[in-house]
């Protein structure tokens, strides 16, 4: 019989695999490439989503809606951005819905959403990619603000917008939860407080705006084209959803009593971020326009400059420092989550690789690194076309996640339930792999002008479109036999009196600590419970524990182990 130990016993330090400092303190770690357990997840569906949020108080945003509507003029920038915002919610509803009900970040549900164990190393890297960039681009926007309002040199910047943000995110979830809570009424009030002070004191402005037509050769006036581009640059944050359930993860359990406020956060925190996320953009569009006769076009979509003149419409004397200010509450709240979910996905991806983990932490300093670097390469000035290509690759990552959850799981192609365990797992899955693959090469060649123009601006559309198409034509003709290479044969913990999965933990037979049943499996090589870590760590068995040694189809598992979150 499995051992089963109580919830208080203490880490253990001996036994057949010990890991360091950083890698067994939960609050440093924060369960990097684990499941979230009941135990850790003692924050309220209020603190969470409001962690989550504070994570979106980026101003790209600001820069990404300024870049479309001077390159694509006022209409079709605004149909662009709904049109991309659109996508984003819809395809950000079941990925969140399935992390806060399992308790799993990004990189965890990718792999039991058609990737495989080590399909979604890719992927990894995708969403590691996401992060740096986006720290760049917003470590771009603080140095601006910094040489803008205290002189100090970009490059002097860069550095500087690097090394504040580290002390917040080595204490993960614990240290940033409280950040956010406690900064983000201050940060919405200084978001909104220009765009007040124009509609009382000039409110023509907003009607002058429509007809704004920046560098667009067809005007403010509809250009299909313009669309196309302008939602292809927006739609590159569609991997923010990863870095909304990195939070979501950690909701509580849904119960009868919690329902609605488990729903409202996982709606508001999750899909939800792009409302606030279109209305950012439309905003940077807006005070592009709004600056553009003073600062020339080539500056209208720096935040820095949109603010110092929102600001001196009320608040001239201090306009400045002001707007200085609130760039700098802005960055270290988006950075914070950037370098926290890098930190993350790096982990998931060399883990896999190399079979070893020294820490979430060792990991923040790698993705912090590259934005660095990317920053001192200038990468702000080419906004448009660096997020124009990522958005390809993205969206067929994203479309193929969402395409087995909402499309193959109802279907019964795919197992109800996300497995993410080794233990159970074939290396690759090529329902969702093989769709990401194809759906980004053919979205890439797009992009690449191979189909002509429309083909470039739509490419993330063709991504899409052909990720949620071959994703269940794959599973389909696989017959699902890719998903899980063994069932679960673990023996299920004791149920306490009430009928409910007791407080009692499993003892990994590896590492001699105690963890929650979803967190692990059965293993032959060891000869008792294994927790997914140790797993995933593991190099001497070589899988001998799945049917064809875990490289060929097995038998699929329809339906989920006994003990599972609550749904």
Not at 403 to 411: E, G, R, S, T, Y
Not at 513 to 519: A, K, L, S
Request: glycine content about 10%; hydrophobic content about 45%; aromatic content about 12%.
């Amino acid at each position: 019989m499995t051992e089963i130990i109580d919830r208080e016993a203490p880490p253990a330090t001996t036994g057949g695999r010990t890991y360091n400092h950083w890698a067994r303190n939960d609050t440093l770690e924060d369960y990097s490439l684990r499941y979230a357990p009941k135990s850790f997840r003692r924050w309220s569906p209020y603190v969470v989503a409001t962690t989550a949020l504070g994570g979106i108080a980026y101003l790209a945003d600001f820069a990404i809606g300024g870049s479309i509507a001077i390159s694509h003029g006022f209409s079709s920038a605004l149909v662009a951005i709904l049109a991309a915002a659109v996508v984003i919610f819809l395809t950000g509803v079941p990925i969140s819905y399935y992390s806060a009900k399992y308790s799993i970040d990004m990189d965890l549900l990718t792999r039991g959403a058609g990737f495989g164990y080590l399909g979604s190393t890719l992927t990894s890297v995708i969403y590691a990619s996401f992060t740096f960039i986006f720290f760049a681009l917003e470590g771009s926007i603080m140095a601006q603000a910094l040489e803008l309002g205290l002189h100090i040199p970009l490059a002097v910047g860069y550095l500087v917008c690097s090394l504040i943000i580290l002390p917040l995110v080595i204490y993960g979830m614990t240290a940033l939860s409280t950040m956010q809570v406690w900064t983000q009424p201050v940060w919405l009030v200084l978001m909104v407080a220009p765009f007040v002070s124009i509609a009382v004191q000039e409110p023509e402005k907003f009607s002058q705006f429509t007809h704004f037509a920046g560098n667009s050769p067809t005007g403010s006036g509809i250009s299909m084209l313009g669309i196309g581009a302008g939602a292809g640059v927006a739609l590159s944050l569609i991997a923010q959803i990863g870095e909304q359930v990195d939070y979501l993860r950690f909701m509580p359990d849904k119960t009868p009593q919690n329902s609605r406020q488990w729903w409202g956060a996982v709606l508001s925190a999750g899909p939800g971020w792009v409302v606030l996320g279109a209305a950012k953009q439309i905003g940077g569009a807006f005070l592009a326009f709004y600056i553009a006769g003073s600062v020339g076009l080539a500056k209208a979509n720096e935040p820095i400059q949109q603010y110092v003149h929102g600001f001196t419409t009320f608040a001239a004397p201090v306009a400045l420092g002001l707007a200085t200010f609130f760039v700098i509450l802005s960055q270290v709240k988006i950075n914070s989550t950037n370098a926290y979910s890098g930190s993350l996905s790096w982990s998931n991806f060399f883990s896999r690789l190399t079979h070893r983990h020294p820490g979430r932490v060792v990991y923040i300093f790698l993705n912090v690194g590259i934005a660095l670097a990317l920053m001192e390469g200038g990468v702000f000035g080419f906004l448009n076309t660096v997020l124009g290509f990522y958005s390809n690759v993205a969206i067929a990552w994203i479309g193929a996640v969402v395409a087995d959850l909402v499309i193959n799981k109802p279907l019964g192609l795919s197992p109800s339930y996300i497995e993410f365990k080794r233990a159970h797992l074939h290396h690759f899955n090529p329902v969702g792999f093989g769709s990401m693959l194809i759906a980004s090469a053919v979205s890439i060649a797009a992009y690449f002008e191979a189909f002509g123009d429309y083909g470039k601006a739509y490419s993330p559309f063709i991504a899409l479109f052909l990720a949620m198409v071959l994703s269940p034509l794959f599973a389909k003709l696989t017959k699902g036999t890719y998903y899980i290479a063994r069932v679960d044969d673990l023996e299920e913990p004791l149920l306490a009196a009430d009928g409910l999965p007791s407080a009692a933990l499993l003892t990994c037979t590896v590492c001699t600590t105690g963890f929650e049943r979803p967190d692990v499996a059965n293993c032959p090589f060891h000869a008792g419970a294994i927790c997914s870590l140790c797993c995933s760590l593991e190099k001497d068995c070589h899988d001998s524990c799945k049917s064809g040694n875990g490289s060929g189809p097995g038998p699929v598992a329809l339906a989920p182990p006994t003990v599972r979150s609550a749904d």
